[in-house]
């Protein structure tokens, strides 16, 4: 079967995933997609585990106008496959916030140049971006990475610029990100504080 007969095949599948209710609640929040089934992410999960990591099917389904494609897209990308301009485009693209947050966890936390990716979103001006670095940087640092000095300083410059600015989006992730920062031992807890109380905020 060729990848679009695959693509027809998995959106004729979503009829049956139909969630009405959260399809609508979704449009309620201005989350738009030109075609929204409302499907939950363990059904979507599991559908990805049936079909196994596909980058040509990938690279469809996040074609397509529609949520669940997109996410699905995520969930199917081998991360090690993914090129840095391939990523950019989807970047480029990403079409809400919950999108955002999905392809941060699902997808860009895995790729071998994840770090330089993340950096360079937090210092973007745009939303989804900053949204998807601090995201990035925050399963990094659960999986305790430790940045250099220079990804250190830049790291406090930016989630400082995010808690002030003006995405409530960005500022709660940054400050998660923060937390996870401050976790991984004593001196990072104390640039931490220091850091925030500069803009008189405090992390405990």
Known sequence: MDVREKVKEIKQSFRQMMDGAVAKSMRDKGVDYKLNWGATLPRLREMADEIGKDYDLAIALWKEDVRECKILATLLMPADQMLPEVCDIWMEQMPSQEMAEL??????????????????????????????????????????????????????????????????????????????????????????????????????
């Open 103 to 204: 392809t941060a966890f699902h997808l860009w936390q895995y790729l071998s140049y994840a770090p330089e990716k993340a950096f360079q979103w937090i210092a973007s001006e745009r939303e989804y971006d900053q949204l998807c670095g601090f995201h990035v940087l925050t399963r990094l640092f659960m999986n305790h990475q430790e940045p250099n000095e220079r990804g250190i300083n830049e790291f406090l410059d930016q989630t400082l610029s995010a808690l002030q600015g003006p995405y409530m989006s960005v500022r709660k992730a940054a400050l998660q990100s923060m937390t996870r920062f401050s976790e991984l031992g004593l001196m990072y807890e104390r640039m931490a504080k220091s850091a925030l109380k500069s803009i008189n905020l405090e992390l405990f």
